[in-house]
């Protein structure tokens, strides 16, 4: 059925990339083990395979720094390998605890520059967990946390060179200044973007999802007001004829067979017509067998009045409609005769049909009274027909007439270049 089913969240080739749709797997709570990350309590997942590779790449390029900035920084000793395996070792609860991630990697860099150990690839620690902070909404956290680093990296460049290792190092140019301070808000801001496009496609979801369940929902209420036009009308049809065939049954037999061919007749029509609205759920895509019904098929309906006992008299042609328009213009008229069959005293109503410019105007007249009897009905015809105006920018007006009776009056616009 068109609109029923739950519209994917991705294009037609497939999902997107992670960071556009969501976060890592070992982002996400409570799923299944992912492959190279395991479980741990809470359901968030340990990255064991970034951090591994994260932390050979610092090691090995910390390595390779020293050998190129040779005697102008301190050697690689011990404690320099256990500031730069705790950096990269943070990262593994980067996803737990990204907070205390981020400062923590900054605080390792931070002694680690203080120390005088070669400018090298342990900045990526902190990029890394600067990046998950800001994926996990701890945006102040993260920029505070390269604002205190790059604050650390400037008094020991421009002031504290002079008491710390190594010995007569010079203070570095505002050129590598610039160069540090750009690298440091590309960081930031690459997570920002990430950040932002995450939730943008957040919302995209959840719009579409929304979008989903309010087709869903006008469609559940479409199929309602056809089936319920369409039995509630040959329902009370075939009540009406059976108590006649039941009261004559003995007295006039000839009569009484004529309210059970009409009751046959009824029957099969409804049966046609709730089939061709499971038809459409069956095969959402496909164009109806049979075209919907229209004020073309008004003088069957005055038929099926007249079989009720209900003489209806109709006024002014029915006038070439857009499909929408002409359908619910049918059931209208279609709801109102059954109303007046159901809940009127009076054997006799009037349809008038008129369009005066954009506007087609439907008016159903019954001289009443009410009967006052339970006409086992659900209650929503005038609902329907409401609704059905109102989905076209219509309006319907149903109440007692001054003169006794009841009045349904509907308004529905129409639009020219719709016109068949």
């Known amino acids: 059925m068109a609109g029923m089913d739950e519209e994917r969240t991705h294009g037609p080739g497939g999902p997107g990339p992670w960071w556009w749709h969501g976060p890592p797997p070992w982002h996400r709570h409570r799923e299944g083990p992912q492959a190279g990350a395991e479980a ?84 990526l620690t902190v990029a890394v967990a600067c990046f998950a902070a800001v994926v996990a909404g701890h945006r102040r956290a993260a920029w505070t946390a390269v604002g205190l680093l790059w604050a650390v990296h400037l008094l020991v460049a421009h002031w504290l060179y002079r008491w710390l290792p190594p010995a007569g190092d010079d203070p570095a140019s505002f050129g590598q200044e610039i160069v540090v301070a750009g690298w440091a808000l590309a960081i930031v801001a690459v997570a920002e973007l990430v950040r932002i496009r995450r939730e943008q496609g957040a919302r995209e979801r959840a719009e579409r999802a929304q979008a989903a369940r309010r087709r869903a929902d006008e469609e559940r209420l479409r199929i309602a007001r056809e089936l319920h036009d369409v039995l509630a009308h040959s329902l009370s049809l075939i009540n009406v004829q059976s108590g006649v065939g039941l009261a004559l049954l003995d007295s006039d037999p000839e009569q009484a067979r004529t309210a059970l061919t009409t009751i046959k007749a009824a029957s099969k029509e409804a049966l046609g017509e709730v089939r061709q609205v499971l038809d459409s759920l069956r095969a959402p895509g496909d164009a109806p067998r049979t075209p919907a019904p229209g004020l073309d098929r008004l003088p069957e309906l005055v038929e099926q009045a007249a079989r009720a006992g209900l003489a209806v008299e109709v006024t002014g042609e029915p006038p070439r409609l857009p499909p929408h328009t002409d359908l619910a213009a049918f059931r209208i008229v279609q709801e109102a005769l059954t109303n007046v069959v159901r809940h009127s005293g009076s054997r006799h109503a009037r349809v008038r049909l008129g369009r005066d410019g954009g506007t087609l105007r439907l008016r159903i007249d019954d001289d009443g009274p009410a009967t006052g009897a339970e006409a086992g009905g659900s209650g929503n015809g005038l609902a329907g027909m409401r609704e059905r105006a109102a989905a076209l920018g219509g309006t319907i007006e149903a109440g007692p007439r001054p003169g006794g009776g009841f009045r349904v009056l509907a308004v529905l616009p129409t639009r020219a270049g719709e016109d068949r």
């Open 40 to 123: 741990v309590p809470g359901g968030v997942r340990w990255p064991w395979r970034s951090t591994v590779l994260v932390t050979v790449l610092v090691l090995v390029g910390s390595n390779f720094a020293a050998h190129a900035q040779g005697s102008g920084r301190a050697p690689l000793d011990a404690y320099a390998r256990v500031l730069l395996l705790v950096a990269s070792g943070l990262l593994l609860w980067r996803w737990r605890r990204p907070v205390a991630v981020v400062f923590g990697t900054a605080a390792a860099a931070a002694l680690y520059l203080g120390a005088g150990y070669p400018y090298g690839p342990v900045f």
